[in-house]
């Protein structure tokens, strides 16, 4: 029988794995190429998936849902992987990352637009708080400072361009989802189309063949296993958990998974990046407070 704390620590474990996948994607990355390394994560988390959670009924699945909600899925997934991939540098990789975590603040916005959901006014200050920590980070030492963010940016759009399109992609997701899914679950299916994606992308991008090693092996099924046991224990706490806890202490990813691949990458980040990301941090969980001001 799952008690609701033991589900609610398998939720929380499940937050920990996801924090390392910044630093784990990017060391498979420097090892087997952008595209090759993240096809070869998502197959191997696919397969995890389905022994453990078996393959999705398909059948009854809204066909509105399987399309849509399998389309953003999928096209997130891509973005965040390649926009960690393609970055110059481990320390950009880290940089880059921040900017996906606009999403907490957007999938509330999108909730309120779409969903109906009631809010109070502090989703102003929650949005405004997080974009002002990305912004903050991205001007590198000397904090918020629009011409060297600029710069910042313009050294490697394509990375930032993909972190941003695959913050609203997430938040889209998790509102579709909610509206849609009438309580299926298609993560594994997921995974598999999201991993035939990537493997196409390989296939006609002209990207280098990727050269295999130990050492790749053991990163790929690190962050494929990471990967593949955070959604699945996710599911159970949201399932059976204490839901409020388990997205409270979501909102303190960034600064986690910053804080472990750091330490993988060995790289280090300017003292501007941790009030940035904590900003990012405040601001998800203020607009998370103004749906809770109006339950």
């Known amino acids: 029988m799952m008690t609701k704390n033991r589900a609610t620590l398998l939720g929380a474990l499940a937050i920990l794995l996801w924090s390392t996948m910044v ?31 078996g393959w999705p009924k398909i059948g009854r699945f809204p066909r509105r849902y399987l399309l849509l909600g399998s389309s953003l899925f999928v096209a997130y997934e891509v973005c965040i992987a390649l926009a960690i991939g393609h970055a110059g540098t481990a320390t950009q990789a880290i940089e880059v990352s921040i900017v996906n975590y606009l999403w907490p603040g957007l999938t509330v916005l999108f909730a309120i637009l779409f969903n109906g959901q009631r809010a109070s006014l502090w989703i102003v200050p929650g949005l405004a708080l997080s974009l002002f920590g990305v912004c903050y980070v991205q001007g590198g030492e000397h904090g918020l400072q629009w011409a060297g963010m600029l710069a910042n940016i313009r050294l490697n759009p394509l990375s930032y361009a993909l972190a941003l399109i695959g913050a609203v992609l997430w938040a889209s997701y998790c509102t579709v989802t909610s509206r849609m899914a009438n309580g ?28 295999f090693s130990a050492v790749a092996a053991g990163w790929v099924v690190l962050a494929a296993g990471a990967l593949g046991a955070g959604y699945a224990l996710w599911n159970v706490g949201i399932l059976h958990g204490h839901v409020t806890l388990l997205a409270g202490f979501s909102y303190f990813t960034p600064i986690l998974s910053a804080l472990f691949a750091m330490t993988v990458l060995h790289s280090s980040l300017a003292p501007t990046f ?22």
């Open 23 to 53: 630093g784990l994607v990017r060391s498979v990355s420097e090892l087997l190429g952008p595209t090759g390394g993240a096809a070869m994560i998502y197959s191997v988390a696919a397969v995890m998936l389905c022994l453990t959670m």
């Open 184 to 211: 299926q679950n298609g993560v594994p299916l997921f995974f598999v189309l999201t991993a035939l994606t990537l493997w196409v992308k390989f296939l006609l991008g002209g990207e280098t063949a990727p050269v």
């Open 274 to 295: 941790w009030p940035g990301a904590l900003m990012v941090c405040g601001g998800s969980i203020l607009s998370w407070w103004a749906t809770r001001q109006t339950a």
